[in-house]
């Protein structure tokens, strides 16, 4: 066995950025073609708030965190339906409202704790075998529910007024979704950590994007960059002690630049050929 | 014949702009209606009202027969929208996906495709003539190739009844000319109902049995029984720049 699987804690690290790279991309292929990447930053800052909770009230801070930010998403829905033709004010003011209270936590705390530099920028290290049950569990929960939806959410981020008349029960579909967002978050926020939540779902979808050549290879494609950049973006933060979020972030974006590139080349290939 | 769409005395305002006044028609199985009228006139508003994704201030509407505050079976229904040409054309699907994907409530939630569907999509697409780029983005294609799409879309759940706003509007001018074909032909030997919106007053009121004219929140409706002209009606409610539309032709 090599070195690396011989922890426990690493064991634990590599199972939980396996399911956690199986998530992202298939709720971020949704979030980015429904143009509602916002959404995702608000429900980190409000995840943000959760954690400080957590670490206050000394209650785990992934359950504090998963009731706080399904809260927020239920709000969300509600605000958006409040004002529905400004949108994105009902993420704003979600978002406004979570890092406020995080701020006021964090102000109560008295000293930055070290535990929560953790959440925000994600430690390996520190995947404790009842979060790794909860991230299993749920991210079950969560794969099964877009596998499931899938075809409607496909309709859906097509086209939603057209789903909605062709029978599609669009309403509670979008209130589900936003609780998978959420519980999305909430899991994720350990290994890649609070604020790069957002970008690993949305970095493998946009590098996908540019090469698939149907929806279910958009997905697919997703998944797969999605994981090269966790599982190695986890062994490289062991051996170099970074900071598991950026390394794992920092290679989807280099994944991102890379695909660009060789579709450049491929391009003007194509040009020169004709 | 049987009555297919029943308004009656139907009123609507966006907040306090009044847009429809007390408007009434019918629509009868096999019709091909064309709606007519200056921008603005809200047109297109009618239909989403219909539809019911607008609520009335007053009046009522009947989809075979029954009250669309009742009325559950959309499969019967299809509605190919004026942005539906402006939707966002790097969207990463085939056009066999997006056809496919109006059989999702039939086939219902939680549940997969199977080949039988696939199957009555490319049954679809031949209709249109659209079968060779079945397995195409849909954002590589033309827009005129796009509209054939959709009403492959729309055709694939079986609709009784097609509602299409301006399907047309950016398409050339033979193109066009093949589009009312083919939507003459799906009346004609599909039986299915028509009801069009266009801005192609003499395309209109040559293809359609009825048009609807509407202009100054009001609703004429002109078929074989109307004793006045249409041109008229239509000099009344477009005004002067009638003279211009009635040149064009
Ligand atoms: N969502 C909306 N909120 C408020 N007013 C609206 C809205 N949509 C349309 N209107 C107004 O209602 C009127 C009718 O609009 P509608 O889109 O039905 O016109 P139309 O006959 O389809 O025009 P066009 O030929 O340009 O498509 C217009 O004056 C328009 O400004
Ligand atoms: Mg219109």
């Known amino acids: 066995m090599p070195e690396i699987l011989q922890y426990a804690f690493m064991q634990r690290a590599l199972l939980a950025g396996i399911i956690i790279a199986l998530l992202c991309p298939l709720i971020g292929i949704f979030i980015v073609l429904r143009r509602m990447s916002l959404i995702g930053d608000a429900l980190s800052h409000v995840a943000l708030s959760g954690v400080v909770a957590g670490i206050l009230l000394k209650i785990s801070p992934l359950i504090v965190t998963l009731i706080f930010s399904v809260t927020a998403a239920l709000g969300i829905e509600k605000l958006r339906k409040r004002y529905e033709k400004y949108a994105e004010l009902a993420i704003s003011i979600i978002m406004s409202a ?25 430690n390996i290290t520190t995947v404790l075998s009842q979060d790794l049950w909860l991230i299993l569990l749920l991210g079950i929960v969560v794969m099964i529910s877009v596998f499931l939806l899938y075809k409607e959410l496909f309709y859906m981020s097509f086209d939603e007024e057209a789903a909605a008349l062709a029978g599609i029960p669009t309403r509670a579909i979008n209130v589900y979704f936003v609780i998978l967002v959420a519980i999305t978050i909430t899991l994720s926020m350990r290994i890649v950590g609070i604020l790069l939540i957002s970008s690993l779902m949305i970095l493998p979808v946009a590098a996908s994007l540019q090469i698939a050549k149907s ?60 | ?78 509605y190919i929208s004026q942005k539906a040409a402006s939707f966002n054309s790097s969207f990463p699907a085939t056009v066999e996906e997006i056809v496919a994907a109006n059989l999702y409530p039939k086939i219902g939630l939680f549940k997969r495709i199977k080949k039988e569907h696939m199957e009555k999509v490319y049954e679809m697409l031949k209709i249109v003539g659209m079968e060779d780029y079945r397995k195409q983005l849909i954002g590589n294609l033309s827009g005129g190739q796009q509209q054939r799409v959709f009403i492959a879309r729309t055709l694939v759940s079986s609709p009784k009844i097609l509602f299409l706003d301006e399907p047309t509007v950016g398409i050339d001018m033979k193109s066009q000319e093949n ?9 004609k030997t599909m039986n299915i109902t028509v009801i069009m919106i266009s801005h192609d007053i003499g395309v209109m009121t040559q293809k359609a049995n009825k048009v609807l004219c509407m202009g100054n929140k009001k609703l004429i409706v002109h078929d074989s029984s109307s004793d006045t002209k249409i041109t008229e009606t239509l000099a009344k409610i477009y005004g002067d720049k009638m003279h211009l539309l009635l040149h064009h032709h």
Do not use: C
């Open chain 2, 1 to 78: 014949m049987n009555k297919i769409l029943e308004v009656s005395h139907l009123t609507f305002a966006y907040e306090k702009n009044l847009i429809l006044d007390d408007i009434s028609f019918e629509i009868n199985e096999g019709d091909f209606a064309g709606i007519v009228g200056p921008n603005g006139s809200g047109k297109s508003t009618l239909i989403k009202i219909i539809l019911g994704l607008l609520k009335p201030i007053k009046g009522s509407i009947k989809l075979f027969e029954k009250d669309i505050r009742h009325f559950d079976d959309w499969a019967k229904i299809g």
């Open chain 2, 179 to 187: 589009f009312y074909e083919l939507i003459y032909k799906l009346n």
């Open chain 1, 98 to 122: 979570g890092m406020a209270v995080a701020v006021i936590l964090i102000s109560l705390t008295k000293s930055i704790n070290i535990d929560l530099f953790g959440y925000l920028f994600g």
């Open chain 1, 215 to 274: 929806f279910k290879s958009v997905t697919i494609l997703s998944i797969v960059f999605a994981q090269i950049s966790v599982i190695l973006g986890i062994i490289i933060s062991y051996y170099f002690e970074l900071a598991s979020g950026g390394t794992i972030v920092l290679i989807s974006v280099v994944i991102l630049l890379t695909v660009l590139a060789v579709k450049n080349i491929i391009n003007i290939r194509k040009i020169n050929f004709k």
